[in-house]
């Protein structure tokens, strides 16, 4: 079974500075990908970066990055320069590859930039 | 853009209604998906859909079940609404390669 890890229930950061959030996966699967979410509270779901566990390069989506260290099985979303409306509740979640298209999700961390 | 959409925003229910919570998405995806989420519980999900009339249990169905007639749409269902189903419910969408797309979710609430 596969297990996803958020330790962090909430964050406060200051605006224009960066944050990392942290994110432990589990899985006996060689082949996987994983994901994080933003949901702002208007409700949505919003997807922001994916991370494939041949991916060579760390995958970055503009101010947002994955750092990726399989070894040590964890995939923490580094967002640079943040801005007020990064203000959200951040999902992790890994898809096992061979199977199916479910995903796990972590339990979230919940975001707040300060002015 | 892909879009999902859920029939409503917010539901309020009693206990013991039979209660549907549609879903619908217009990319011609493949999969389709429940979930609830709970405050420290992250999102669980309950059933999901990989063909028209194909679904399969995911990690919560007890409670619920659900309907897939047509390709575009995906329908989870209450038979008998309890309290403990109080939640945000999630509907998403992927093809085979892609990340699912959600909707705007269905916050409801059972009394």
């Known amino acids: 079974a596969q297990k996803i890890t958020q330790t962090q229930p909430g964050m406060f950061v200051q605006e224009k500075e960066a944050v990392t959030l942290d994110c432990t996966y589990d899985?006996?699967?060689?082949?996987?990908?994983l994901f994080w979410y933003k949901q702002p509270s208007s409700g949505e779901m919003i997807f922001l970066i994916y991370?494939?566990?041949?991916?060579?390069q760390n995958a970055t989506e503009g101010r947002y990055s994955l750092n990726f260290q399989k070894a040590r099985k964890s995939a923490n979303l580094v967002i640079s320069a943040s801005q007020l409306g990064d203000s959200a509740m951040y999902f992790c979640?890994?898809?096992?590859?061979?199977?199916?298209?479910?995903?796990?999700f972590g339990t979230g961390t919940r975001l707040t930039i300060i002015p | 853009d892909v879009k999902v959409t859920q029939s409503s925003r917010y539901l309020v229910k009693r206990t013991g209604e039979k209660v549907f919570l549609e879903c619908v998405q217009d990319?011609?995806?493949?999969?389709m998906f429940w979930y609830r989420q709970d405050p420290g519980l992250g999102l669980r999900l309950i059933y999901f859909?990989?063909?028209?009339?194909?679904?399969e249990k995911g990690d919560i169905p007890e409670g619920y079940s659900v309907s897939r007639e047509k390709k575009e749409r995906f329908s989870l269902i209450l038979e008998s609404a309890s309290t403990n189903q109080t939640s945000m419910y999630l509907c998403?969408?992927?093809?085979?390669?892609?990340?699912?797309?959600f909707g705007p979710g269905t916050r409801l609430t059972v009394t």
């Open positions: 979640a890994m898809r096992v590859n061979f199977g199916n298209e479910k995903l796990t």
């Open positions: 990319m011609d995806h493949e999969n």
């Open positions: 991370q494939g566990s041949y991916d060579e």
């Open positions: 899985t006996s699967d060689q082949s996987y990908g």
């Open positions: 998403a969408s992927s093809s085979r390669v892609s990340e699912q797309y």
């Open positions: 859909s990989y063909d028209v009339k194909m679904k």
